[in-house]
């Protein structure tokens, strides 16, 4: 479940929730559930990252000449 550069916000995404859901079945011993949070947590400092990326550009390509034209996304509760 190795990450590389070229994996798909979406494919690191279900990576993530993998590692989530073998760590949430309580069969890993403290070594290995410890492995596998540290993928998770690089993981998830990734995925965040390009979010944050995603945002500035979302933002920046939303400019109106010198003044920045936000809209909000719209949060949708689950």
Do not use: C, Y
């Amino acid at each position: 479940m190795s990450k590389t550069k070229t994996d798909s916000f979406e494919k690191s995404l279900e990576q993530l929730e993998a590692l989530v859901r073998e760590l949430e079945s309580g069969n890993k011993g403290l070594e290995d559930s410890l492995a596998l949070f540290e993928k998770g947590v690089i993981l998830a400092k990734d995925l965040a990252k390009r979010l944050e990326e995603a945002k500035t550009k979302v933002e920046s390509l939303s400019k109106d000449g010198d003044r920045l034209v936000k809209k909000p996304f719209a949060v949708q509760d689950e």
